[in-house]
């Protein structure tokens, strides 16, 4: 059997803006303790528009897709604290941080197949995407306490307690409102066992932030194997107890710098594309949870001064 050629032409037409605005105050009382308070109020905007034709002939093209795609997000965020001294080489920092979350997602995806053309739609006829319109909204509120103890003049030891509360709500194709709230301790230690030699090791509970791109469906203008990835609306974040070791070494005479670290890390719903098949003609895969994993990396580095 012969091959056979298939030409075919694309346009893509994409308008992207953002921006950011952002600020803090700190306050240095005459006692020593200081004062801060910082906010962050960020955009950004993007619409993409990918029309795809199948080339029959000199000057003769046939429309074969049609998707548009826009989506906005939007970042509130607020954070203040307060750090006294305690004790002699002791200070404890109280605070908290606020943020709200936005995401406005629409999407139209048309082919060339059996139906009523639509306008609307580049001329083609609309295929039906679940989760295609969405707006969704994370509120999170973090309190949070941290003491610094300098022990020696050898070692220090940094203790962080935090408490996350938030509620993610979707509404559009798909409404879903849920509330999570984690504690996040972790332990800092750092000796220094000579100038030259320097020991750390840290223990922390790890929350992951999700991106909401993967709660709704979007394009995927880099693969033409498929026109929309899927989105899920079930996803949790990602938890995980962090159990981190590193040593480093300061070569004489300020030669180089050697650093070995160990990682071992102990998750909890790990993220990562699931099968979220309808039928055997409509492959899609979809960000989700697998189950529970563990991660272990040792990384060794060496630098040497020219």
Known sequence: MPNTVLQERENRDADR????????????????????ILFIVNERNNDQLRERFEVLGPSNEKKNLFLDTFSRDQERIVRSSYTMDIFEGQDIEIGAERAQTLLDSTLRLATDRSGTPSPDFGGLVPVPVSNANANVEEIRFEPFVVHNWRINNRMSLESTLKYEESEIEQQGDV????????IKPKLDYRFDITPALQFRASIEKTVSQLSFSDFVAASDFGDNDQNVQAGNAELQQEEAWEYNLNLEIRLPNDVGVLDGNIY????????????????PDNLISANGNIGDGIRYVFRGNASIRM
Not at 175 to 182: E, G, L, V
Request: hydrophobic share 30%.
């Open 264 to 279: 071992y890390h102990d998750i909890e719903n790990v993220i990562d594309r699931i099968d979220v098949v309808a039928s």
């Open 17 to 36: 803006d953002n921006w950011e605005v952002g600020g803090d105050y700190e306050y240095n009382f005459s006692n020593g303790s200081r004062f801060k």
């Open 175 to 182: 409404s879903r409102k849920r509330d999570f709230d984690f």
